[in-house]
């Protein structure tokens, strides 16, 4: 095929088709200059760097939501417990763009158990691929809310409206 110059590309053809496995071998969830966090997931790996907040993360029926939301929005999560034995892995520095934070997905999906202590080589390696994107970035282009944008405005459906950046 033609040269697509220093692209982030990977041919994926075999896996779509069934063929083989994945040609990736990581995959770069985010990188938020903004908010001042980042992931990547590497094998079995994912890491953050600094904490993305809570998400849409629904707790698993045995836990309690009233209690993980209470528990969230009062940074209370270092190493409390919920009603069953599952841990909140997200530490009380939960604004802090240093904080570090590995799983091992593949073994953990729910990402319960914070492995960053015990692999340093794999948190360096990781952190080292981070910069690596970080330096291929450019600036996000975040607008403002636009009021005008709201979807209850046109029928409850996301559309074009006039406002740009």
Same mark, same amino acid.
């Given at each position: 095929?033609?040269?697509?110059?220093d692209?982030?590309?990977?041919?994926?053809?075999?896996?779509i088709?069934?063929a083989?496995k994945?040609?990736?071998?990581?995959?770069?969830?985010?990188?938020?200059p903004?908010a001042?966090?980042?992931?990547?997931?590497?094998?079995?790996?994912?890491?953050?760097?600094?904490n993305?907040?809570?998400?849409d993360?629904?707790?698993?029926?045995?836990?309690s939501?009233? *209690?993980?939301?209470?528990?969230?929005t009062?940074?209370? *999560?270092? *190493?409390?417990?919920f009603?069953t034995?599952?841990?909140?892995?997200f530490?009380?520095?939960?604004?802090n763009?240093?904080?570090i934070?590995?799983f091992?997905?593949?073994?953990?999906p729910?990402?319960?158990?914070?492995v960053s202590?015990?692999?340093?080589?794999?948190v360096?390696?990781?952190?080292?691929?981070?910069?690596?994107?970080?330096?291929?970035?450019?600036?996000?282009?975040?607008?403002?809310?636009?009021?005008?944008?709201?979807?209850?405005?046109?029928?409850?459906?996301?559309t074009?409206?006039?406002?740009?950046?």
């Open positions: 095929g033609p040269d697509m110059g692209i982030d590309g990977v041919n994926q053809w075999n896996a088709v069934g083989g994945s040609n990736r071998t990581e995959f770069l969830v985010n990188i938020d903004k001042k966090n980042s992931a990547l997931r590497w094998g079995p790996w994912k890491l953050y760097h600094g993305p907040g809570k998400g993360w629904v707790p698993p029926p045995s836990v939501e009233h *209690r993980y939301n209470q528990q969230f009062h940074g209370l *999560r270092d *190493r409390n417990k009603e034995d599952q841990e909140y892995v530490s009380e520095g939960i604004y763009p240093d904080t934070m590995l091992d997905v593949e073994a953990d729910a990402e319960t158990n914070e202590n015990d692999n340093p080589d794999v360096n390696t990781m952190l080292e691929r981070l910069v690596y994107y970080e330096s291929r970035t450019i600036p996000p282009r975040n607008c403002v809310r636009d009021p005008a944008s709201d979807p209850a405005q046109f029928g409850g459906v996301w074009p409206w006039l406002k740009t950046c």
